[in-house]
């Protein structure tokens, strides 16, 4: 009887220590169910997402790295009772915002997290856009940018998707209170060339006449629409140029991100230099190559019939204030009042600027 007793004992003790020591790993590494042929949908759905990130923020914003990886962990929040953690590494990316924001872009080091879901762990990098700087002008800034975004992916499943989040930054060395910001996560290349059959062409030596005619053209119109100038095909500045795989395809595809210095977003920071020509960002300048009359008619066809979505994305988008969705929708009229008023004025006015490559 004693054995008996001392055996159950024995046991429960053992399944104690085991449970108490699982619960300590969880606080790093919270284990969640085998889900290796589920499908986080991280680009396919449009629920925001609550983030945390713990690392070294003063680290962080004095040194800014963009070579080595600080030391993190993010945890994902499924639900209020369910979460996912990982350690990851850290750095910042990007030119003029990694330099004047307070929180530069971020790329996040997720190879080795392996989050149980079949599309995230095939992620290696993943980047994403924090509000630059504190107040409520920041978090429109980066709000508008997403429906940036959102809108081209209106005109073509051939663009970058893009997840919105909010995250909580913890302090890891206690010295800073949290702090709260909305931000969106960027699909990876190697997602959208696997989800589009398509492999990347990393080459600065190319420029327009290269892409496909109505590809080039319904990039360049989008830019023009959202009053964003800040690209170029040579050198690749905010563009990425993509071919679909086969052995005799040639057709290059171009598409464009970073539109923070878009006039639809109308960042305080954003000041056009005096070479570019206009003294404020919501002037419209269009950049493509010179196409006739009858092509422009046919390309803004395709934007015309969109024009109720593309309305539709904004209206319906619940974390802008009404009246930051009105600036938004009255800056689109800017264009579509241009194009259901007189096509032949608005294809005048890209005949008379495109560019002759």
């Given at each position: 009887m004693k054995k008996k007793f001392f055996f159950q004992v024995s046991m429960v003790t053992l399944l104690i220590s085991l449970l108490t020591g699982q619960n300590n790993y969880s606080?790093?590494?919270?284990?969640?169910?085998?889900?290796?042929?589920?499908?986080?949908?991280?680009?396919?759905?449009?629920?925001?997402i609550d983030i945390t990130l713990r690392f070294d923020l003063t680290s962080y914003f004095r040194t800014k790295p963009?070579?080595?990886?600080?030391?993190?962990?993010?945890?994902?929040?499924l639900s209020k009772t369910d979460s996912i953690s990982r350690d990851i590494g850290l750095r910042?990316?990007?030119?003029?915002?990694?330099?004047?924001?307070?929180?530069?872009?971020i790329e996040l080091n997720i190879e080795k997290a392996h989050f149980g879901y079949s599309d995230l762990d095939k992620m290696f990098r993943l980047k994403m856009i924090p509000e630059c700087t504190s107040g409520t002008e920041n978090k429109n800034y980066i709000l508008k940018e997403y429906l940036?975004?959102?809108?081209?992916?209106?005109?073509?499943?051939?663009?970058?998707?893009v997840r919105l989040v909010t995250v909580n930054f913890i302090d890891t060395e206690k010295k800073r209170d949290p702090?709260?910001?909305?931000?969106?996560?960027?699909?990876p290349v190697e997602t959208l060339t696997a989800r589009t059959n398509s492999i990347q062409i990393d080459s600065a030596n190319l420029k327009q006449k290269d892409i496909v005619p109505d590809v080039m053209d319904r990039f360049a119109i989008f830019n023009y629409m959202i009053g964003n100038y800040d690209w170029s095909v040579p050198g690749l500045h905010n563009v990425l140029i993509i071919k679909p795989v086969g052995p005799e395809s040639t057709n290059l595809i171009a598409i464009p991100y970073n539109f923070d210095w878009a006039g639809l977003v109308n960042a305080s920071y954003a000041i056009p230099s005096k070479e570019v020509g206009i003294e404020n960002v919501r002037e419209r300048i269009f950049e493509g190559i010179c196409r006739s009359k009858e092509v422009y008619l046919k390309d803004l066809v395709r934007f015309s019939e969109k024009k109720?979505?593309?309305?539709?994305v904004v209206n319906e988008f619940p974390y802008l204030s009404?009246?930051?969705?009105?600036?938004?929708?009255?800056?689109?009229?800017?264009?579509?009042?241009?194009?259901?008023g007189s096509k032949d004025m608005l294809i005048n006015t890209l005949i008379n600027s495109c560019k002759s490559f």
């Open positions: 606080l790093a590494q919270t284990a969640v169910p085998d889900s290796s042929k589920k499908s986080f949908r991280l680009f396919a759905d449009d629920k925001i963009t070579v080595d990886y600080l030391k993190a962990n993010m945890t994902i929040h910042t990316y990007g030119t003029f915002r990694n330099k004047y924001c307070q929180f530069a872009p940036a975004y959102k809108l081209f992916n209106v005109l073509t499943d051939t663009s970058l998707r702090i709260h910001k909305y931000g969106f996560f960027i699909e109720d979505e593309f309305y539709r009404q009246s930051e969705k009105n600036d938004v929708i009255g800056y689109l009229d800017g264009f579509f009042n241009q194009l259901a």
